[in-house]
């Protein structure tokens, strides 16, 4: 939807190398039409124009973020096509993928697993921020086999500059950016700044967040809940316990030569946040990670380039109870590695062959520890292929991984170990008709092992409410998709289109069991939920587009607009908190010193939901509004400001776990100032 352009950043690879030179144009035999649009290189290690891909990306590129919402990855992701949140809480949000969320969508760092606990419980962090990024990049659907079967869902990967690959331009390069927020009196500041001089370069950077309870248009209690349980509707006008406290600051240094370069970085984590859940409990997490990355380019042969990346962290996230005391502690510490041989380009001819390998420690201690200890070992081997020959092409692709799983469950007296043996495939063909249209089909087989979660879980889960019974004899998912493609570019029209059909083997699924338990601690029940494998199919829709409606230089006003659905259905019936329909409009007025829009956002109503402990929401309608000024020549400076939900209304994420005690926040004006040299 937003003008994209082509600059340093969108030529970093997704283990944090330099794209050479010409890349870009390599990607195609010399007939083919110019393609126009961001480089991915999430998708296929070699990269690929976005416009030239049967694989659905998005891109949020370093320009949106250094004026981009001061909020956790997945709030700061949603809305877009095919992307929700689970809004949890203002300090833990992670995407949804066409309905999909937890284990099934990646989060990376630069290519790399995040080494955290955010995929155990939707009350957990992602272990990065938005503001750390130079640029993000969202695959939705599981056709890349570069990151595995558990990429099944989806890939967001955040790239950042903290290793440098190339010297800036006059020796230093940043940004400086700051906002503020009137919705929950919201303050932040980032700032990165690298410099170079010879074959040597240095970033540091930094970003500190801090919220207060935010403002809500309605009780939190839903009215359908309320009805439910006959539950009273107080308006307290804030959402209890809903505060963030951010901090993360990171160095890196690397050497870059002729043929490449390698460097190494480290950086600090600090979070605090209110669990929205319960109104006296919070989390706070740190996690200490140093990452390493290199490439080397060959002069001749076979392959181009080979690149690696390693990443090494300890991550700690304690649940605070009411008097301040420890209650449950989560630890996550391992490492991961991958390594890619980048084919040379010939005739149209691109491909890489890659290795990606873990090992991984889980543990979970308290009372409310739903999770035994676990040892997580992975290693994977793929190969990526694509050939173009201008007006017609073809892709593949092919991954095998080996996942084991050991820990001990919770009240047994011995360890138990499960190995997962599988197999991931994709085909896909493209044509060019004619100039700007590009059609493509593809179908992919992916196969994803149980998580620690679905093999392990045995107690209450405070975050979903639950008593968690996971089965260690679940078997591997596995999914066929089969998804149609068009991209369109000419004259005043632009435009994306994909369509998708999934058919799930064994989708693990949590359903209750009618039972009950009561937890002591609590003093309370709660419905007994079980993990059980079942076929499900999943289809839908992503569409965007936008229309120059005048033109003149720089000048330029568009009618833009996108919309997004998803249907999800098990043998049990509807799959839980599948997002509703949603449909977004916005006029857009964008120029070398002014940029300006005006929108308004439609979410469906959802009634298809899958038990009777999840309770359907309404739809509801918001209107935004932004202006960003760049007031100098440079225009290294930009002032912005964002209103949101101008008129108040009383929205609910259906995904969310919390959506029936946490409407989403209220009217909000944002401003701020970014700097870039």
Sequence with gaps: MRPSSVSRSLLMAAAGSTILAGAAAAQSAPQAPTELGDIIVTGAPYGISQRASVIATDVVDEQTLATAPAASLGDMLSGRPGIRSTDFAPGASRPVIRGLSGPRVQVLTNGIGLIDASSVSPDHAVATDPAEANRIEIIRGPATLVYGGSAIGGVVNVLDDRIPTEIPEGGVSGVVSTQASSVDDGRSAFGRVTVGSGNFAFNVDGVKRKTDDYDIPAPAISARRAAAEGLAREDTGTQPNSYTDLEAWGVGGSYIGDKGFAGVSYKNTDSEYGTVAEESVFIKLNQKRWDARGEYRFDSGPFSALRGSYGHADYTHTEFEAVGEPGTIFNSDGWEGRADLVQRERNGWNGAVGVQALSRNFEAIGEE?????????????????????????????????????????????????????????????????????????????????????????????????????????????????????????????????????????????????????????????FPIYRFVQTDAKFYGFELEGAYALWQDGDRKLSLEGAADYVHAQTDFGPAARIPPYSVTGRLAWTSTRFDASAEVRHVGEQDRVANEFELPTDDYTLVNASVAVRPFAQQNVTLFAEARNLTDEEAREHVSFLKDIAPLPGRNLRVGVAYRF
Excluded: C
């Design 369 to 525: 520890a739903f999770v035994p200890s676990v040892k997580i070992d992975e290693l994977g081997l793929y190969t990526v292929q694509r050939l173009d020959l201008g007006n017609h092409g073809f892709e593949g692709g092919l991954r095998y991984d080996r996942r084991e799983l050991s820990g001990t469950p919770i009240g047994g007296a011995s360890e138990v170990t499960r190995e997962f043996d599988n197999w991931s495939a994709s085909a896909a063909a493209f044509i060019r008709p004619t100039a700007g249209l590009f059609l493509g089909l593809s179908l992919a087989h992916n196969e994803r092992a149980p998580s620690e979660v679905e093999l392990f879980a045995d107690g209450v889960h405070i975050a979903t409410a639950a008593y968690e019974t996971g089965d260690l004899t679940l078997n591997s998912e596995k999914v066929t998709t089969l998804e149609g493609t068009a991209h369109y570019d000419r004259g005043r029209f632009t435009g994306d289109l994909h369509v998708y059909h999934s058919w799930y083997n064994g989708f693990i699924d949590e359903r209750p069991t009618g039972d009950q338990f009561y937890f002591e601690e609590e003093d309370e029940f």
